[in-house]
């Protein structure tokens, strides 16, 4: 009887603990929305912060550029469509060789800006690049200034970008954190194969691979090589600028069959790897 009455005690010890937990489960789930809430509008007046003082350093870029002609320099803006970007081309290979080091500092620093803060109008001056400075350093540049963009945008979102992510991508996140788990040995790869193809947007990947624990060396390595088979087409498009008339022109079927080719080669070691562990398993 005794022995049945401490099992009981224990039982309705039990039970009262369970209760006690779910209960401050409930008040946790209860203020979880009230503190992401306040972590997202925390982190939504940072970044804005962050924003302001970098548009403060394009400015500083922009009112240090060589004077020029008033409807020239009406054309120094970040291009919106092929004709911005055409104008913008006009003006800069004028001034190009005379100014060398200002325009290219200042393409560099818009770039970055505009990969930072995945702002749209990249591929423009991906395509401009190609008409003002030779491929292979075209190239290289493009490469680089993607890098360290995206590399940006990546430690801005590691810095303010978790609660937003948490708030307002959080299944999305959760599929592409189950895939990056799968490819965790393989990680540069499976980033260069995401950079050539269009599976994903490259502003989710960007503020999404901190949260689900994708290194920064990897990232930036994966994005650098990843992106160089896209801008290579966009740079040869340059060359012959003012024959565009829109962004997609840029891209034909022939450069889209390199592009698959490219994005299979670069899967191809983690499908030979994953063979090769399977017949030593």
């Known amino acids: 009887m005794a022995k049945k009455r401490r099992e009981r005690r224990e039982d309705d010890g039990l039970s009262s603990a369970q209760e006690e937990v779910k209960a401050s489960d409930s008040r946790v789930l209860k203020e979880a929305p009230h503190a992401e809430g306040g972590s997202a509008r925390m982190s939504v007046l940072i970044l804005v912060s962050i924003f302001t003082c ?13 004077e020029l002609p008033n409807d020239e320099m009406e054309k120094i803006k970040i291009p919106k469509d092929m004709e911005d970007a055409k104008a913008l081309g006009t003006v800069l290979s004028k001034y190009k060789d005379t100014y060398y080091s200002q325009v290219l500092v200042a393409y560099f620093a818009t770039y970055i800006f505009l990969q930072t803060f995945a702002i749209p109008g990249s591929i423009f001056l991906s395509i401009l690049s190609g008409y003002l400075y030779p491929f292979p350093l075209a190239l290289f540049l ?11 945008c990546y430690m801005l979102s590691y810095l303010v970008g978790r609660p937003m992510v948490y708030k307002y991508l959080t299944e999305r996140a ?21 950079r050539i193809t269009p599976f994903l947007p490259n502003w989710f990947i960007n503020i999404t691979s901190p949260v689900i624990n994708v290194p ?22 340059g060359t012959t600028l003012y024959k565009l008339t829109t962004a997609g022109e840029a891209v034909s079927w022939n450069s889209l069959a390199v592009l698959g080719v490219l994005a299979v080669l670069s899967i191809l070691p983690v499908c030979f790897q994953k063979k090769l562990q399977n017949k030593l398993e």
Do not use: E
């Open 142 to 152: 493009v490469c680089l200034c993607s890098g360290l963009g995206a590399s940006f």
């Open 174 to 194: 959760q599929k592409w954190s189950q895939q990056v788990d799968k490819h965790r040995d393989h990680l540069i790869n499976y980033i260069i194969f995401l």
């Open 216 to 237: 920064l060396g990897v990232f930036f390595i994966g994005t650098f090589l990843g992106v160089a088979p896209p801008s290579f087409v966009a740079i040869n498009a």
């Open 54 to 66: 970098s548009a403060s350093v394009m400015y500083l870029v922009y009112r240090n550029f060589p």
